[in-house]
Protein backbone atom coordinates (compact mmCIF):
# COMPACT_ATOMS: atom_id res chain seq x y z
CA UNK A 1 0.00 0.00 0.00
CA UNK A 2 1.32 3.43 -0.94
CA UNK A 3 0.93 5.44 2.30
CA UNK A 4 2.47 8.62 0.56
CA UNK A 5 -0.78 9.21 -0.99
CA UNK A 6 1.25 9.78 -4.41
CA UNK A 7 0.39 6.34 -6.02
CA UNK A 8 -3.05 4.95 -7.34
CA UNK A 9 -5.94 5.37 -4.87
CA UNK A 10 -8.64 2.61 -4.33
CA UNK A 11 -12.30 4.17 -4.11
CA UNK A 12 -15.66 3.01 -3.73
CA UNK A 13 -17.86 4.97 -5.94
CA UNK A 14 -21.37 6.20 -4.84
CA UNK A 15 -24.00 8.36 -6.15
CA UNK A 16 -22.89 11.54 -6.33
CA UNK A 17 -19.55 11.43 -3.82
CA UNK A 18 -16.99 8.80 -3.49
CA UNK A 19 -15.34 7.08 -0.38
CA UNK A 20 -11.10 6.77 -0.46
CA UNK A 21 -10.27 3.74 0.84
CA UNK A 22 -6.84 3.55 0.20
CA UNK A 23 -5.02 7.01 0.09
CA UNK A 24 -3.51 7.83 -3.81
CA UNK A 25 -3.17 11.31 -5.56
CA UNK A 26 -5.21 9.44 -8.81
CA UNK A 27 -7.78 6.59 -10.34
CA UNK A 28 -7.25 5.11 -13.28
CA UNK A 29 -9.51 5.28 -16.24
CA UNK A 30 -11.34 1.49 -16.50
CA UNK A 31 -11.57 2.44 -20.32
CA UNK A 32 -8.62 4.78 -21.55
CA UNK A 33 -6.04 3.61 -19.04
CA UNK A 34 -5.65 7.53 -18.13
CA UNK A 35 -4.77 8.30 -14.78
CA UNK A 36 -7.37 11.00 -13.25
CA UNK A 37 -6.34 12.76 -10.61
CA UNK A 38 -8.80 12.87 -7.38
CA UNK A 39 -9.43 16.25 -7.97
CA UNK A 40 -10.31 16.28 -11.05
CA UNK A 41 -12.63 12.77 -10.98
CA UNK A 42 -15.85 13.88 -12.13
CA UNK A 43 -17.34 10.57 -14.00
CA UNK A 44 -17.33 7.02 -12.48
CA UNK A 45 -20.13 3.95 -12.75
CA UNK A 46 -21.73 3.20 -9.62
CA UNK A 47 -22.95 0.18 -10.98
CA UNK A 48 -19.41 -1.09 -12.20
CA UNK A 49 -17.06 1.09 -9.99
CA UNK A 50 -14.93 2.22 -12.52
CA UNK A 51 -13.98 5.85 -12.80
CA UNK A 52 -13.89 7.64 -16.40
CA UNK A 53 -11.55 10.26 -17.56
CA UNK A 54 -14.08 11.78 -20.14
CA UNK A 55 -18.02 12.03 -19.85
CA UNK A 56 -18.06 10.83 -23.58
CA UNK A 57 -16.05 7.46 -22.48
CA UNK A 58 -18.57 7.41 -19.26
CA UNK A 59 -21.45 7.46 -21.86
CA UNK A 60 -19.87 4.93 -24.46
CA UNK A 61 -19.07 2.32 -21.56
CA UNK A 62 -22.78 2.86 -20.17
CA UNK A 63 -24.20 2.22 -24.06
CA UNK A 64 -21.86 -0.72 -23.86
CA UNK A 65 -22.64 -2.09 -21.11
CA UNK A 66 -26.50 -2.06 -21.05
CA UNK A 67 -26.64 0.74 -18.26
CA UNK A 68 -28.73 4.51 -17.87
CA UNK A 69 -26.41 6.60 -16.92
CA UNK A 70 -27.05 7.72 -12.88
Known sequence: MDISGKGEARLAYHDGE??????GAYVVCAVS???IPLEALRYWSVDLQEAYATPAIATA???EK???PR
Open 33 to 35: GAH
Open 61 to 63: RMQ
Open 18 to 23: YEVLSP
Open 66 to 68: GLT
